[in-house]
């Protein structure tokens, strides 16, 4: 299996705090992408990342940030959690395009009380 | 507008009959992938297939076998035969060029033994 990991598993915050959710890779791979999932809603991309200090917004960036200052680190920060933002959150990677598929991380499930 | 559509929210069937589950994409592209992921209640994101455009070959692997029609946009999953550990939900996804990788809101299977 690929190496993705994500950390913390899970996290309860308050709203308001920042909060930041960490994807780690030993693949080097280059493409990098963190999804929520909701009911309903299926996965939506938040921020995806072409390398080192190469990140672009995805379809629901808003109130997150991510940056990415190692091939192997992914990190997504929210600014200032809301209620809204309670939900499960999955790294990906993919070596090249994603015609080839992601492999994901297991995901981190985020509470916002 | 959704490009990829499950339409089947939930779906219960009894242990060993077959069931088909539903996938409709929308697409400008003469070069796109289509792929199908299995969310078992572990909640990790498992690839099952990836299909390209050109190739409207159906696919079959064991009982699981998928239907790829241009025609009709489509891209059904069915299992055959199914078994407990098939109990999960499926996403079906779009890939149009590296930068998106569009995700329907899936289907939770439920097989009852």
């Known amino acids: 299996d690929a190496g993705i990991t994500q950390s913390p598993r899970h996290k309860v915050t308050e709203t308001g705090t920042p909060v930041t959710l960490r994807c780690h890779q030993t693949e080097n791979h280059r493409y990098m992408y963190w999804y929520r999932q909701d009911p309903g809603h299926g996965l939506r991309l938040i921020h995806y990342?072409?390398?080192?200090?190469?990140?672009d917004k995805g379809e629901v960036s808003d109130g997150y940030s991510v940056s990415r200052s190692k091939t192997e680190d992914f990190l997504l920060t929210l600014e200032s959690a809301t209620s809204s933002q309670t939900s499960v959150y999955f790294c990906a990677i993919t070596h090249g395009q994603t015609n080839y598929g992601y492999t994901f991380g297991s995901g981190t499930r985020l509470t916002v009380v | 507008a959704q490009k990829v559509t499950q339409a089947q929210t939930e779906i219960s069937v009894v242990e060993k009959e077959d069931v088909t589950l539903d996938c409709v994409y929308e697409t400008r592209d003469t070069t796109y992938y289509l792929f199908w992921y299995k969310q078992p209640p572990s909640g990790e994101l498992v690839f099952l297939i990836r299909?390209?455009?050109?190739?409207?070959q159906n696919e079959i692997s064991g009982r699981y076998s998928w239907n790829f029609q241009k025609s009709t946009s489509s891209f059904n999953f069915t299992i055959t035969a199914s078994q407990v550990v098939d109990s999960a939900v499926y996403f079906c996804a779009l890939s149009e060029d590296r930068d998106r990788f569009y995700f329907g809101t899936g289907t939770s299977l439920t097989v009852i033994p």
């Open positions: 299909r390209n455009s050109f190739d409207e």
């Open positions: 990342s072409y390398g080192v200090k190469d990140t």
